[in-house]
């Protein structure tokens, strides 16, 4: 029992939720993965509510777009850690003595498994989830259920919200349990030859930064191979620019120089390469026919960048001259920055500010030139181009008001000795801009039964279908183990013969041999129609066998254009094949209108968080996150030569 000497702030608790329960929150450990706009209202609420030992982790540091609805950060944070202020925050708050409470918080990516493994979970009595991204939720869904922690998850898209509560004792779905809504898909040839929406030349230009500062060049959809047969108009420049920035490493930066070489890209991209495609009369038929960005227009272009300027606004519009002095300021800020030992990230990050203000005023001369409107301002790019739904802080705050009161549900049945019993004790609450017949807008349902044929709770046998005889080991890992199925350091195994593996102890050259080779010539058989590829990662507890079949013909899906390159190809789903005698036959077509190859196509997903599912009694819901259940471990087996 706890004493009667107790805050002022919590007697009211004390008399809602009982003695027992009140000291349970006050000795109970918790987690909380991010610390943003719904992690913010978490955290006032657990430290209110009387919780004394919380760990936050988070990986984002605070920005000034946060400030508005993320309260518990002011502008002398911006560029801090936010799990640090929010924490120091939440602490300060605390209606009991400060001295044995512990908010801890981590500055670090979920995803680091030295860190962040199932037996640090295993340490919490509950986990709540405030993320929004997919790969950090289905990293800490797995961990919670590897840990038979339970999960409280939540999620905001605008004006609507649900939290749920995801529990491997208590028997009820995981994350993915149900499918995912499908991405809005753009063929390469709208990216690259006939935009004609702001997302097109916000896509296009994501795939410019990639060109311009990716490791690989090849890895932009923009690259030219230039030994092909037809001249590229602007590669060499690209050449050219890449090489100026690896001598900057080095040695001091000729800025009229390397402005001179950033000129003759954007007069490549803007002007030289556009007349091609005008001469070749490939918009004779478009409604909107192109008009060059004038050569003279961009020579002589001397004037600072606007966005430098002390009057400027994220939400200012720039004319197209104003849109190269920011191309060209951005360049050389790049160079810069290289010049004095920072790093300049290879993937566009839409929380990174040079990133962001390159891709505003290269996808806004393009809108440009393709007639395109609106003209973006820097905000509104930033959102198309991160896929962002405003966030709304009042949903943030029910949501995680009721993240709270599940919470309470779940610590009163770990009291009473029934951790597995919350399926009767929780429920599935959806809040609603619109209110119901009965004037609610909050509506609870029962947590969900887990889906029989989830590859990660009920260890189902997932289906495959590609072409075996053109995909490597290294893009089955790439684009399927990792990126679709979101394994951190997978095994693979066919039979009792290891044929790739990951982990602290196996090297990175180990395997260097293998992942070059066709799917035909692994070990073991190689991978054929009916082939059982059992794929493990044990920093996960996970587990999951995949039946794989041979196709070579791919359907395109009603309203897209046919495949021009099938090589990665595939399809997740469909019925189980029967393991054919020899590699030259192939699967049925079932499922194929599933098909999708992200390599030719670009995928947008309407918000950051909405993802829309179905129950099996066919009603549909919105759920906002992400996450996973676990399978038990298995040996160790003998592993395949090289």
């Excluded at 090849?218 to 001249?231: H, R």
């Excluded at 001091?252 to 000129?263: A, M, Q």
């Excluded at 440009?368 to 509104?380: D, L, R």
């Amino acid at each position: 029992m706890v004493s009667n000497d107790i805050p002022m702030l919590l007697s009211g608790l004390r008399k809602t939720v009982g003695e027992k329960l009140l000291h349970k929150i006050t000795k109970c450990k918790i987690l909380l993965v991010g610390s943003g706009g719904i992690g913010c209202e978490l955290l006032k609420n657990l430290a209110l509510s009387g919780f004394t030992h919380v760990e936050v982790i988070d990986l984002d540091t605070i920005d000034v777009s946060n400030l508005n609805r993320q309260f518990l950060f002011r502008r002398h944070h911006v560029g801090m850690p936010k799990c640090t202020v929010a924490c120091e925050a939440a602490l300060a708050m605390l209606p009991s003595s400060k001295e044995d409470a512990k908010y801890i918080a981590h500055h670090g990516n979920v995803c680091d498994n030295s860190k962040f493994n199932v037996q640090y979970i295993s340490s919490f009595d509950l986990v709540f989830n405030a993320l929004d991204n997919v790969a950090a939720r289905r990293r800490v869904n797995r961990l919670c259920l590897a840990a038979s922690v339970p999960l409280i998850e939540a999620g905001t898209t605008g004006y609507l919200g649900q939290v749920t509560v995801i529990d491997r004792e208590s028997g009820v779905e995981c994350y993915e349990c149900q499918a995912k809504p499908t991405q809005k898909v753009y063929p390469i040839c709208t990216i690259r030859s006939t935009p004609s929406m702001p997302v097109h030349t916000i896509v296009w230009a994501k795939e410019l930064y990639k060109l311009l500062f990716n490791p690989k060049v090849e890895d932009s959809m923009l690259f030219e191979d230039q030994s092909g047969d037809e001249k590229s108009t602007y590669m060499d420049h690209v050449t050219k620019l890449r090489e100026t920035l690896e001598v900057s490493k080095e040695g001091k930066v000729d800025e009229v120089k390397f402005r001179h070489v950033i000129k003759e890209i954007l007069i490549a991209l803007y002007n030289t390469e556009i007349q091609k495609q005008l001469d070749m009369d490939r918009f004779k038929t478009a409604q909107k026919v192109p008009t060059c960005i004038p050569v003279q227009m961009i020579k002589n272009s001397d004037s600072a960048a606007p966005s430098k300027r002390v009057d400027y606004k994220q939400t200012q519009i720039f004319s197209r001259e104003e849109c190269i002095a920011e191309a060209i300021s951005c360049i050389t800020d790049a160079a810069l920055m290289i010049n004095a030992g920072a790093s300049i990230l290879p993937e566009f990050d839409k929380d990174d500010q040079l990133a962001m203000r390159l891709v505003t005023c290269t996808s806004n001369l393009r809108s440009y030139v393709f007639g395109i409107e609106p003209i973006q301002s820097y905000y509104a790019a930033k959102g198309i181009a991160g896929n962002i739904i405003p966030a709304i802080a009042t949903t943030n705050a029910i949501v995680a008001g009721l993240q709270i009161l599940q919470g309470f549900h779940i610590l009163q049945k770990q009291i009473e000795g029934k951790k597995g019993e919350l399926k009767m004790a929780c429920s599935y609450t959806y809040c609603l801009r619109d209110k119901t017949r009965k004037g609610f807008y909050l509506l609870p349902t029962s947590l969900p039964d887990p889906n029989p044929k989830c590859f990660v709770c009920k260890n189902a046998v997932l289906n495959m279908s590609l072409d075996t005889t053109n995909w490597t080991l290294e893009m089955l890992l790439r684009r399927i183990i990792k990126k679709e199925l979101g394994f951190m350091e997978p095994s693979l195994t066919i039979g009792s013969s290891i044929i790739y593996e990951e982990g602290e102890d196996i090297g990175e050259d180990e395997y260097a041999a293998m992942v070059v080779k066709k799917l035909t010539d692994l070990p073991a058989g190689g991978v054929k129609h009916g082939t059982i590829i059992r794929i493990e990662d044990f920093t996960q507890d996970l587990e999951v066998d995949v039946c794989v079949h041979h196709e070579t013909e791919w359907a395109a899906k009603e309203g897209e254009d046919d495949p021009d390159d099938d090589e990665e190809c595939f399809v997740i789903g469909g019925d189980k094949p029967v393991a054919a005698k020899d590699d030259t036959n192939t699967a049925g077509n079932e499922g194929t209108e599933e098909s999708k190859d992200d390599d030719d196509d670009i995928q947008i997903f309407d918000g950051e968080d909405a993802m829309s599912t179905g129950h099996g009694n066919g009603k549909k819901r919105t759920f906002v996150d992400d996450g996973i259940a676990t399978i038990e471990g298995t040996s160790k087996k003998a592993r395949a030569d090289n």
